[in-house]
Every structure is written in structure tokens, then in C-alpha cells.
């Protein structure tokens, strides 16, 4: 099946500084990509939503300062968390939707955690 | 996108089935009913969809009410790689493939 990675899956980083995660769809060409956070013990929330050449999307609430995201090509998109602070920390899951997406080709990375000191 | 309710947890013991109820009573003509499991520390994978009709494949079934607006997630024979959260979601063909999680059910597999 269709593959999509991240990278890193671990990243410690001090307060202040930014860090960058990368979602990769590897066998296939994603038109579309989305950045979730996930807290312990919780769902998954959406972030934004990033289309190929084009300004993400953010939801409501989502500091598009705070979390800068870069969808360059149709197979790559990244997550800068740029000042991180420790309430940052969280497990950061991109998805990705398929060209020829028929209704279930949405593909899950396998997820990054952030742990801010 | 229509709402959809689940139960928070439930437990099973290993090698008998599991039926996962989802409700999704504002449910609309066009809304798929999608479910995707969440194992420890992972992204989600996809397990199944349907719109109307029953749905089999490898990993699970999906039976569908015939009003629609309920939908259970069959596992034949749980083991114990099957404990995960499994998630129940709608989403309709026009969606971009923004994928809206509830709070799913936390299945326990017991030995």
C-alpha cells in the first residue's frame, strides 16, 4: 500500500528554538497533505490542511505564525514549529490524499514526536 | 461534516469477535462511513468504508443500518494486535480529505 513517512520520529529541542518535521508521501504524488496534533489520552486534532504551491489552510485557532507549514512539492510538506515552547510538546501526524483519490486513499505518517525542554 | 458517537471503550477476549457500534444519526445521502484504527504511538491506518451496501476485506466487515444512521465494525477474531483506538468518521466525496476524529473506542484485547 501507498506509503506516507515523517521525519523525525523523535525531535527534543530547547524552548525557543524551532524544529522542523517532514511528511513525505513515498510512492505516490499527494495533491493535498494535513498537519495533526495529538495530546496524550486524546484524538487527534486538525491543524491545517496544505495543498501543493498554495497557502495552507488553518483551523481555527492555529496560530499559522506559530506552526509554519511548506507544501513545495506533490511530495513533500513541512511543519515548523518556530519558538517552540514545552506546551508544544504533542505527537504531530501528517496525512496525505492521492491524486486519484477514490474515497479511502487517505494515508496516515506514521507520526512525530516533540518534547520541548 | 455529521457527527458521529461511539461507545469510549470495550474489551474482548482474544480470537472471538468484536462489534464496534457507531452511531451517526445526522448522517447525509452522500456521507461514507469511514473507520480507522490508531494502534499505540502510530498514525492512523485505514481499516474499511461504505456508503450503503455490507463491506468485507481483509481486515475487518462493515454493516451498515439500513436507515444509515448506525454502523457497526465487525473484527471476525480479535488478537491482540488489534488493541487500538478505532475511530468511526463521515466524510463525503467532495471532501478534500479532511478527516475529522472523534473520540473513538479504545478496544482491549484480552489473552
Known amino acids: 500500500g501507498a506509503v506516507v513517512s515523517q521525519h523525525p520520529s523523535r525531535v527534543i529541542c530547547k524552548s525557543g528554538t524551532s524544529v522542523k518535521i517532514e511528511c513525505r508521501s513515498l510512492d505516490f504524488q499527494a495533491t493535498t497533505m494535513f498537519w495533526y496534533r495529538q495530546f496524550p489520552k486524546q484524538s487527534l486534532m486538525l491543524m491545517a490542511t496544505s495543498n501543493e504551491g498554495s497557502k495552507a489552510t488553518y483551523e481555527q485557532g492555529v496560530e499559522k505564525d506559530k506552526f509554519l507549514i511548506n507544501h513545495a512539492s506533490l511530495t513533500l510538506s513541512t511543519l515548523t514549529v518556530t519558538s517552540a515552547h514545552p506546551e508544544d510538546s504533542s505527537f504531530y501526524i501528517c496525512?496525505?490524499?492521492?491524486?486519484?483519490?477514490?474515497?479511502?486513499?487517505?494515508?496516515f505518517g506514521e507520526g512525530s514526536w516533540l518534547t520541548v525542554v | 461534516d455529521a457527527k458521529t458517537t461511539q461507545p469510549n471503550s470495550m474489551e474482548s477476549n482474544e480470537e472471538e469477535p468484536v462489534h464496534l457500534p457507531c452511531n451517526h444519526s445526522?448522517?447525509?445521502?452522500?456521507?461514507?462511513i469511514h473507520w480507522y484504527r490508531q494502534l499505540p504511538s502510530q498514525g492512523p491506518e485505514y481499516v474499511i468504508h461504505g456508503l450503503t451496501s455490507n463491506v468485507n476485506n481483509r481486515m475487518a466487515s462493515l454493516a451498515i443500518a439500513e436507515d444509515r444512521k448506525s454502523s457497526t465494525l465487525i473484527l471476525h477474531r480479535a488478537t491482540l494486535r488489534d488493541a487500538a483506538v478505532y475511530y468511526c468518521?463521515?466524510?463525503?466525496?467532495?471532501?478534500?480529505?479532511?478527516?475529522?476524529f472523534g473520540q473513538g473506542t479504545t478496544l482491549q484485547v484480552k489473552p
Open positions: 468518521i463521515l466524510r463525503r466525496p467532495s471532501n478534500t480529505g479532511k478527516l475529522i
Open positions: 445526522t448522517i447525509s445521502g452522500t456521507d461514507y
Open positions: 496525512s496525505a490524499r492521492g491524486l486519484h483519490d477514490s474515497g479511502n486513499t487517505i494515508y
